[in-house]
Every structure is written in C-alpha cells, then in structure tokens.
C-alpha cells in the first residue's frame, strides 16, 4: 500500500517530527517516516509504500512533531483506505484420489475474480470463480496400473498463480490364463494359451521340450512349441507372472508317442483272429479291429485322441491277448479286417497308423 499524506504547518527553527499508522481501527501506532529539524513552513508531503500494510482495506494517520519551545501538534484519525494488494490461495495443495470415476474439490481464497485450468484430459475443473469459493476438479477413470498427476493452475489479476495437483492412483493388477490344462499329440506342434491382463507379464516353462512367450504387456495370446515325444506321457508346467498378483500355472500334456511296430503273423479263421503281439521299445497298450464287409478302403483309419468303443465293427483287445472274435456275422460273406495299435486311452490315445496295417480277408461259413 503506497500512502500519500500532506499537511501544512507551521514550523519552528529545530522542530522536528514523525508520522504514525494504525490500520483497522487498532489502537497501537507504529512509525512511519521521522524528520528532522527544519525551519520549513511550506506543505510537508509524505508519500510511503509500506508493505506491512498489504491487504488492509483502512489505514488510519496522525502526525506530531516537537520544536525548540516544546511545542506539539497532532491530527488523529485521518483515514485513508489504501488499495489491497491481490490475494489469491488455494488448498490443499494435492488430492489423493482412487482409480475410480469421481470428484474432489479445492479451497480458494481469492481477493477478485479467478480462473481454473487443468494440464490433463483425464482431469477437468472449476473453469472460473470469484471471491473465496470452491473449485471442483472431476476425473475419470484410470483403467492402467499406473499412478497419474494432474496439475491444476489457478490464476488472479495481480497475483501470482497457484498450482495444485491430483493425484489419481492405479487399478489393481489382473492376470488370467485360459485353458489352464490342455492335452496334445505326441508329435512336434504348437499349442495357444490366452493371457488377460491390465499389465507386463512374463512366461517360463519347467521344461527343455516346452518353449514359451517369454513376455508381453496388457492381454494376449501365449505361444508354446513342444518338440516330439518318442516316450511315455509327460507334463510341463507354464508359470505366467505379473507383479502385484499371483502366477499362473498352466499344464501342458503331451501324449506318449505311438508304438514302433505292429503285430506279426495277423491271421484268423472262422473270424477268430490270432496274433502275436508287436515287440519294441514302447509296446502297445491294446489294439483296435476294425471290420467291413465293403472293402478295406471302407475301413476308416482312428484319429489320436478319440477312443473307439466296441460294437459290431469294431473291437479292442488289451496287449497280450492276442486272440479277438468277431461275432454274429452274415453267412457266406466275405470280411475285411485291419488292425491299429495304440497307446494310451480315451483323450490320450495316439494310433499306429503309418507303415504296413495289418489286414485279412476272412469268409465266414455257409
């Protein structure tokens, strides 16, 4: 506040003086400006910026000075109304908010008018106000993990601009595998597991013959390339984890690889069917005859993983038997019969199908 007072007096050879304010009707004074002696008798004028009086809306005056004969002179209540420097506050200073869709508001002080704006999209406010008020910041909803600020500028003429901030925090972390167990041929393949996720994920498997996606971010699909399997049924573990939640585990079954032989000496008569079973490193679990009374070619060839059950065309005789009957058939007709090995059951069976299928023709009696 910059004050400017003027007064005329009459003064003494030696007199000197001094100026004093109150502000609001306060009853304590303070100095101002001090002079010194004069002899001047021409309009004293007194202009002074004091910054303890920013923001006071009144000020109040009086002078008096003292001479050579001890003399004194005051003027009490000259008032002045100053012109308030500009104010503006706003608090608190941040909001911490949830992930969630919502609001959140801010205190302003301010001496006029002012206005609100916020850097971020996400985040709109209060675009203008005036006095002391509210400013109401809406935000929507952050679908990431990460935290976000936005910075909110609030600005007055002749003040200086404050920044407040919100600061909006993350959803929790997802992570979900499907299928969780899946079962495939004994042959080299590749099988695809869908990851869902709102954040960076990685893969491993717990076996050399299972390779895997090593990584990936939000949600996607996961690779696994198995190599073939010439033994028994075997199991590998896909653990997919993400930070802030708890892996997942998916298993992979691989079926156990097909028998290396098939049966010698296939023969049969009367449709009673004698063989010696099939030699070799993995042997078979059992064998599925199939009969026709069209021709081989009518015969169709089983496909891995979908066990055939016994009927009129078809039966299945566990390895070491050896012997099979086919019964109930039409008189003088003539049959065709093949034979397949297997290993394995229901979902997990994997037929001998390449090189030489056993076959006969058999005739049954008149």
């Not at 993983?305 to 008189?331: E, H, M, Y």
Request: charged content about 10%.
């Amino acid at each position: 506040v910059t004050i400017q007072f003027e007064h005329y007096y009459k003064a003494y050879s030696g007199s000197s003086g001094s100026l004093y304010y109150s502000t609001n009707n306060g009853l304590s004074w303070t100095p101002i400006q001090t002079w010194t002696t004069t002899t001047s008798s021409n309009p004293t004028t007194f202009n002074q910026t004091i910054a303890a009086l920013d923001g006071q809306s009144q000020v109040k005056l009086r002078w008096n000075y003292t001479g050579t004969y001890g003399y004194y002179w005051g003027i009490d209540n000259i008032q002045i109304t100053g012109t308030a420097a500009a104010t503006l506050g706003v608090t608190p200073s941040n909001q911490n908010v949830s992930s969630a869709t919502g609001s959140t508001s801010f205190s302003v002080t301010s001496s006029g008018s002012w206005s609100a704006v916020s850097n971020a999209g996400w985040c709109t406010v209060t675009p203008a106000g005036s006095g002391s008020g509210t400013l109401t910041a809406s935000y929507d909803q952050n679908t990431t993990v990460n935290q976000r600020v936005a910075t909110v500028t609030v600005s007055s003429s002749g003040a200086t601009p404050v920044e407040v901030t919100v600061t909006q925090s993350g959803v929790d972390p997802t992570l979900g595998v499907t299928p969780l167990s899946q079962t495939v041929s004994s042959q080299a393949g590749a099988v695809l597991l869908s990851v869902t996720s709102n954040t960076g994920w990685t893969a491993s498997s717990n076996q050399g013959w299972l390779a895997v996606t090593p990584s990936g971010t939000g949600s996607g699909t996961l690779t696994a390339n198995y190599e073939t399997n010439a033994g028994t049924l075997r199991e590998a573990q896909i653990t997919v984890s993400a930070t802030g939640v708890s892996p997942v585990t998916a298993i992979i079954l691989q079926a156990s690889a097909e028998p290396d032989a098939n049966a010698a000496d296939f023969s049969g008569y009367n449709i009673i069917l004698n063989w010696t079973d099939a030699a070799g490193t993995i042997v078979p679990t059992g064998y599925l005859l199939r009969i026709s009374a069209e021709s081989f070619a009518a015969i169709e060839t089983p496909t891995d993983g979908v066990a055939v059950a016994d009927d009129a065309s078809n039966l299945n005789v566990a390895q070491g038997i050896g012997t099979a009957t086919f019964k109930n058939l039409t008189p003088n007709t003539t049959y065709y019969i093949k034979m397949f090995a297997y290993t394995g059951s229901g979902s997990l069976i994997d037929y001998k199908t390449d090189g030489d299928v056993p076959q006969a023709v058999m005739v049954t009696a008149p």
